[in-house]
């Protein structure tokens, strides 16, 4: 199985910033929908924001403003730009891709083909 990783995850306070990484192998990395997901504790795992492979981005509401969602095709890695963060995004945040169906933050997490192991952000008061 391919598997995704990323990086950047840890504490901050809120009104901070984060920038997580993920890896993608860049045998898929051109033909992927790409996107984040995350999981509070105690709540399901909800889409953050996508971006398709023609570079077409959506985000959740919670996030619009906020977040960014970026990938650099030099090196096969997909970013995700966290800006005046919140306790309620303490989360563990997954990447993921897919190479089938819409490119949006609505796909289910357990039918993506390539994920991520997950990092976790903890957002202080």
Not at 11 to 24: I, P, T, Y
Not at 46 to 61: L, M, N, Q
Not at 90 to 114: L, S
Request: hydrophobic share 30%.
């Amino acid at each position: 199985q391919v598997h995704m990783m990323e990086s950047g995850g840890g504490s901050v306070q809120a009104g901070g910033s984060l920038r997580l990484s993920c890896e993608v192998p860049k045998l898929i990395y051109g033909s992927l929908c790409m996107g984040w997901f995350r999981q509070a504790p105690g709540k399901e795992r909800e889409g953050v924001a996508s971006i398709s492979y023609d570079r077409i981005t959506t985000y959740a509401d919670p996030v619009k403003g906020r977040f960014t969602v970026s990938a650099d095709n030099a090196k096969n890695t997909l970013y995700l730009q966290m800006n005046s963060l919140k306790p309620e995004d303490t989360a563990t945040y997954y990447c993921a891709g897919t190479r089938y169906g819409p490119c949006h933050t609505g796909r289910n997490y357990d039918y993506m083909e390539y994920r991520g192991m997950g990092t976790l952000v903890t957002i202080s008061s």
